[in-house]
Structure formats: structure tokens, C-alpha cells
């Protein structure tokens, strides 16, 4: 009773109740009457059952208008925070009804608020002129160009590029509006922008492109004379003079290495770095991994252990080149960043209800600091134990090695502890379905 008075005061002069209290009025009109022409105890029982009557009805229409306030309120709030929203913001129904766009949405689509709310868009619409670009946003596989794609997970996020009327780079996040009993009522979409973002990436891209070629001819030149002279062409060598042929020899090939590594991170982000899919066997491509980097651990004192898969693993579909390149900058760092007598252990393992399976490069290093982890495999990035074991390399092997990962529709990431080591993990699906389409 006391929180019915409480939301009748609340309320007390709600538009919502104008005609309740009209009401009120003509129910006190017809007691008056009822005294007037009824004789006891009919006027009294009449009265009584028209108060409690309209008593009961105030209890439905206050609770009624408690909700039609609160939801005022919180309608009032998602559109305030839409607002906010300095990205372009679509709202719609399943039926793929607009109910709701801010302002940054009507200044990228050229279409005020009253020409989109209640429209209703369907694929047909896509050739509009005036709302085919809004289509594309709704029905992204519509789009010229689908570049990146979420499989099956919401916040849902697909990158797509157009060339009409301008050439755009969108990133687009979707998640579901769910009501308080979990039904879905429909989809709201948050447009991002990159297109400056993607021409300032081409612009740097370029530029290592441009002086990775030009440093790749001179270092081949100085290549091929150093390599003439360890053949003894031009007289012999003796053993101080080899030992600096030799060591000018792995100087060059840490340079030209750098080179190629310099021309993948450009040919990745240019979408140019070609993928090959076809049948391979992940075993057999760990196998010769480990193999390759033997000499090397045996150099170092390091032990390299293949824990085989305990369940049948068919040949799936991947690119085996680029795979082995992700192990062999996993195995490379392993062996690098290890201790004396310590142990790289690789493993495989299913995922559970999923088609996918984990791969995992294990090292007994030094581990990674936690504040380096995050920044692991960004462009550029060397922690400063890195640095400090390896002064050589720039910092492009993980970042290769993550796009490779997601271009087959996996994921990489890093565990490590201090003084303990670090396991670094990626997925890789078994089901061809669930590689992106470029």
C-alpha cells in the first residue's frame, strides 16, 4: 500500500491520468446522486462498490504509468548515449524495421531521421541509389569487398570496403537488443570509419615496400661478391680473413632476412600476402619444423619435445607454408629466449564442441614481463628482455605470425611467467567453413 501512495504521488499529475481523475469527478457526482435518490442501505453498498471499483483500477493504471515512465526514461537514456555516439549508429527489428539513428548516421547517409525511421530495408534495396549504401551496412555480404568476418559470436564485427560513391573501409560492430525475458528484439549496428586509417597504413606500407626493394638488390650484390670470395675465385683466404668472411656472410643473411620479413608485414597489410589453402597434415608440418631448428637447439643445449596427439587427426584444409612459418617464428623464439639445458615441448590438442584444434609452443625461458604481454604481437614491438637477450630482429615475427593465424579464421595468444617461461597457443579450424572469405 505504501508504494502504491508513493508512485500516486510520483505521478499525481501525469498526462497519463487526466481522464483517471475525470473519472474521479463523476464517481464523486454519483455517490452525491446515489444519496440522493437511493434509500439505505442500497446508496451505502452502491457507493462502497463504485470506490473499491475505481480503487482497484488505480492500483492497474498507477503501476501501468510507472511503467510507461520508466520506460520514457530509459528510452530517453539510449537515445541520449546514441547520441553521444560520435560513430554513425543504426537501430532496427528483426524485421529489418529502422527504429532508430543518430545524427552521425544522417550525416554519413545523406537521409534525415524522418526518411529512415519505420523504413524497412530488404536486399533489393541495395542498388538504390539513395539507400544502398545503408543496405550494404544492414546486409554486409551485399558489400564489394567483405574483408574481415566474426564467424557465430556476438558483438559481431565485419570489415567491408566499397568503391561507390567513394571508396570506404568500415568496420562494422553488431550486437543484439535483448529485452528483459531474453527475446531478441532486434540488431543495433556502430559504424567505424577506417578509411584514413587504411590510406595512412597504405602510405607507411608503401614506403617499406619501396626501401625493402631498394635495400634487397645492394645486399644481394654484396651477397653474391662475399660468397665468391668463401669460394676462393679470387685467391686463397687465411683463417682470420675467413672467420670475418664468415661472420660478414651471417650478417647478410640476418639483413636480407630482415628484407623479406619487411616485404610480408607490407604484402600483409596490402592484402597482397598470398595464401595457398589445400590438404596438409599439421603433424608432418611440426615434424619438419622441429627438424630444420635441431641443429640450432643443439647449439644452445635445448631439448625439442612433440607431444603427438592423442586422438586421429585427419588432414585439413590450411596453407602449410604459412603454418610452418607461424612454428617456425614460435620455435625460433623458443629457442632464442631459453635457458641452458631447458626444453621446447609442442603440443596438440582438440577444442571441445568445436571443429578446431590448439597448437602450443612451450619454452622454459626467462618468461615475459606482464606488462609486455598486451603489446606481444604488434608491429615493431621488442620487450626490453628481448632486447637485452637478441639485439637483432624488428619485431615483425608475431605480428606475421597473428595474421597469418586470423587469416585462416584461428587465434594466437601468449601465457607467460616470469623466470618460468611461456607457452604461446593458436587455433586453427579442421572445418574449411570457418576460414574467412577475402
Given amino acids: 500500500m505504501k508504494e502504491f501512495f508513493q508512485k500516486l504521488k510520483k505521478h499525481f499529475f501525469s498526462p497519463h491520468l487526466l481522464v483517471y481523475w475525470f473519472f474521479g469527478a463523476v464517481l464523486i457526482v454519483q455517490i452525491v446522486f446515489n444519496f440522493l435518490w437511493f434509500e439505505r442501505p442500497l446508496n451505502f453498498l452502491i457507493s462502497i462498490g463504485l470506490i473499491a471499483f475505481y480503487f482497484i483500477i488505480a492500483v492497474f493504471l498507477i503501476n501501468a504509468v510507472d511503467n510507461i515512465a520508466r520506460l520514457d526514461v530509459e528510452r530517453n537514456q539510449m537515445n541520449a548515449i546514441i547520441a553521444s555516439i560520435n560513430d554513425p549508429v543504426v537501430s532496427y527489428t528483426q524485421n529489418f524495421e529502422i527504429v532508430l539513428v543518430n545524427e552521425a548516421m544522417e550525416k554519413f547517409l545523406g537521409l534525415s531521421k524522418k526518411e529512415l525511421i519505420g523504413k524497412i530495408i530488404t536486399p533489393e534495396l541495395s542498388n538504390d541509389s539513395r539507400f544502398g549504401v545503408l543496405t550494404k551496412l544492414i546486409f554486409p555480404s551485399l558489400a564489394p569487398v567483405v574483408l574481415e568476418k566474426t564467424i557465430d559470436t556476438y558483438p559481431e564485427k565485419i570489415k567491408i570496403k566499397f568503391f561507390q560513391p567513394q571508396e570506404l573501409v568500415l568496420d562494422i560492430v553488431t550486437t543484439k537488443v535483448i529485452d528483459e525475458k531474453g527475446k531478441v528484439y532486434g540488431f543495433l549496428r556502430i ?101 630444420k631448428f635441431e641443429p640450432m637447439a643443439q647449439k644452445n643445449n635445448i631439448k625439442l619435445i612433440f607431444y603427438r596427439p592423442e586422438f586421429k587427426l585427419a588432414p585439413f584444409v590450411m596453407d602449410p607454408l ?81 595474421n597469418i593465424i586470423e587469416r585462416h579464421g584461428g587465434k594466437i595468444w601468449a601465457k607467460s611467467a616470469v623466470k618460468r617461461g611461456s607457452i604461446f597457443t593458436f587455433t586453427l579450424p579442421t572445418d574449411p567453413d570457418y576460414i574467412p572469405s577475402q
Wanted: no cysteine; charged share 30%.
Fill in 191 to 291: 559504424i567505424h570509419d577506417l578509411t584514413k586509417e587504411e590510406l595512412l597504413k597504405k602510405t607507411q606500407s608503401d614506403f617499406i615496400t619501396v626501401v625493402a626493394h631498394q635495400l634487397r638488390t645492394p645486399i644481394s650484390g654484396v651477397s653474391w661478391i662475399l660468397e665468391m670470395l668463401a669460394n676462393k675465385e679470387l685467391g686463397p683466404l687465411n683463417a682470420e680473413q675467413e672467420k670475418l668472411l664468415n661472420d660478414g656472410k651471417k650478417a647478410i643473411e640476418e639483413s636480407l632476412k630482415t628484407v623479406e620479413t619487411l616485404l610480408s608485414a607490407a604484402q600483409i597489410e596490402e592484402g597482397r600476402f598470398g595464401f595457398q589453402f589445400a590438404m596438409a597434415d599439421i603433424e608432418k608440418i611440426i615434424e619438419e619444423t622441429l627438424t
Fill in 322 to 402: 604459412r603454418i610452418k612459418l607461424v612454428l617456425e617464428i614460435l620455435v625460433d623464439n623458443a629457442i632464442k629466449y631459453n635457458i641452458q639445458n631447458g626444453e621446447v615441448r609442442v603440443k596438440i590438442e582438440p577444442m571441445d564442441n568445436k571443429p578446431f584444434i590448439m597448437v602450443s609452443v612451450e619454452d622454459t625461458g626467462k618468461g615475459i614481463s606482464p606488462e609486455d604481454l598486451p603489446r606481444l604481437f604488434t608491429k615493431f614491438f621488442r620487450s626490453k628482455e628481448a632486447l637485452k637477450e637478441e639485439t637483432s630482429g624488428i619485431g615483425l615475427g608475431l605480428y606475421l605470425a597473428k
